[in-house]
């Protein structure tokens, strides 16, 4: 019999009445053997995440703040789902524990751990599938980096002997026992090596869209649907914002080939997107999705003749690492090269660094831009197709808007354009509206 692994984001599991079509699906489909959820999300009804409440919850404890209006609001989430679905579960005690843990000194990954540990044992309960508590199966190494091969051999072994689990997303342990998590929406990670360990014929993403868009709904609202994407472009996408799946749920599958299926929750009878290692023999459109990110400063550095002195580029990212600053592009012409960083992450450096490059590298000028969005276009078909570059920009200047940065990806699978970031908006909908055929 097949195996799949669905794994439930925020939205699916928000309240008591989303949990039950929860388990309507589950129980459409005797494949649907490991379940992954993740913690209360928003709903109709609550606007708060419990994962947020309970970062709040742990920074008011730290801060001596009253923090008992964040508890009530989580205590009340778990009771409500608890009464309304008439489950048996001591959840009360399980809070009355967290809080006494926080209270103690217990960390920020212990407790935003709690939502998915909390909604994994309601749903476990409701379905009548046995719990594992993933800081069991899910292990991190002592540096707090996950370590896939002690999770497989643990997790693989301990599920070969359960026809059906539940196993919360989004956290592990270490080593020494602490929890771990991973960051934000990482319950998709999860899922993926969940699928990884009992070599699932499909993991399902059921989450509150019907599919992959081909950019961000909230952001074009009449996006197009993309009925199926490469691993690799959904990297590229997830990783330049396309928040439905996290960029990292692809590792895990990667290597048995395993396809992922995005579908939604509150319309199960539309069949979603299919992620997939590759699509032989593609001739469809050459762009399968745009995303894209606010907020990030370019340094623009001229310098005569610099294309012919040795080691010119790497003196310039030195003097970047030195404040341990990631660079998320580095865009070059014969004399000039820029260097684009995230804003949050170089603002307090910047004129340090700026200082360091003329120090260092004597450029004849350095430029900095910033509040810059990046806009990336993605398409496995760009590289053969001609024409795709000259489509991008047309629609651009139609748009009327000015582009601070082109940088096309040695993958040749991306083109990334810098533009202001009050131009996101309208940059994002006007590529869409080039492609979108
Ligand atoms: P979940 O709680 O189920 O994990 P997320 O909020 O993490 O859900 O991800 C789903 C959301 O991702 C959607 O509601 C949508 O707003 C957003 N999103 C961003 N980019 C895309 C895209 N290209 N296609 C579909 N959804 C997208
Ligand atoms: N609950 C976690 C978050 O809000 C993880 C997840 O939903 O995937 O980030
Ligand atoms: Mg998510």
């Not at 395993?258 to 997107?273: A, C, K, L, S």
């Amino acid at each position: 019999m097949k195996i799949k692994v669905a794994k439930f984001g925020g939205t699916s599991l928000a309240d008591a009445i989303q949990i039950a079509k929860v388990k309507k699906i589950i129980m459409a489909d005797p494949a649907r053997r490991y379940i992954v959820p993740s913690a209360p999300g928003k709903s109709a009804i609550y606007d708060v995440k419990v994962t947020d409440l309970l970062y709040g919850l742990e920074n008011a404890i730290e801060k001596g703040d009253d923090y008992l209006p964040f508890y009530r609001q989580i205590y009340s989430r778990f009771i409500d789902i608890k009464q309304q679905l008439g489950l048996e579960t001591n959840i009360e005690s399980e809070l009355e524990k967290i809080l006494r843990d926080l209270l103690n000194g217990e960390g920020v990954d212990y407790a935003a751990s709690r939502g998915e540990y909390l909604n994994g044992m309601l749903i476990a309960d409701y379905l009548g599938y046995t719990f594992i508590d993933a800081a069991e199966v899910i292990l991190f190494d002592k540096r707090g980096k996950y370590d896939e091969k002690a999770t497989e051999r643990v997790l693989s072994d301990r599920l070969s002997h359960l026809e059906h689990a539940v196993i919360p997303g989004f956290y592990g342990s270490m080593p020494n026992g602490s929890i771990k998590t991973f960051s934000r929406g990482g319950s998709d990670v999860t899922g993926a090596i969940v699928s990884a360990a009992v070599r699932a014929d499909l993991y399902e993403n059921w989450t509150d869209v019907s599919g992959f868009y081909m950019a961000d709904p909230r952001i074009v609202k009449h996006a197009k649907k993309v009925e199926s994407v490469t691993y690799r472009e959904l990297r590229e996408l997830s990783y330049m914002g396309a928040a439905v799946l996290h960029e990292d749920s692809i590792f895990p599958v990667y290597k048995y080939a395993i396809p992922i299926n995005v579908r939604n929750t509150n319309e199960p009878e539309t069949p979603g997107t299919m992620i997939i290692p590759t699509i032989e023999n593609y001739d469809g459109p050459p762009v399968t999705g745009i995303a894209g990110k606010k907020n990030f400063t370019i340094i623009s550095i001229e310098k005569n003749g610099m294309n012919s002195e040795l080691g010119f580029g790497r003196k310039v990212l030195a003097c970047i690492e030195k404040y341990g600053i990631p660079f998320e592009h580095m865009p070059s012409s014969i004399d000039t090269l820029c260097v684009v960083l995230e804003d949050a992450k170089v603002k307090d450096n910047i004129n340090d660094i700026v200082d360091d490059i003329h120090r260092t590298c004597e450029p004849d000028s350095v430029e900095i831009v910033r509040n810059l969005a990046l806009i990336a276009t993605v398409g496995k078909r760009m590289r053969e197709s001609i024409g795709t570059a000259a489509a991008l920009f047309t629609a651009l200047a139609k748009a009327n808007i000015n582009i601070r940065m082109i940088d096309q990806g040695s993958s040749e699978m991306n083109i990334i354009v810098g533009v202001k970031n009050e131009d996101f908006e309208r940059t994002m909908n006007a590529i869409h509206d080039a492609f979108a055929l």
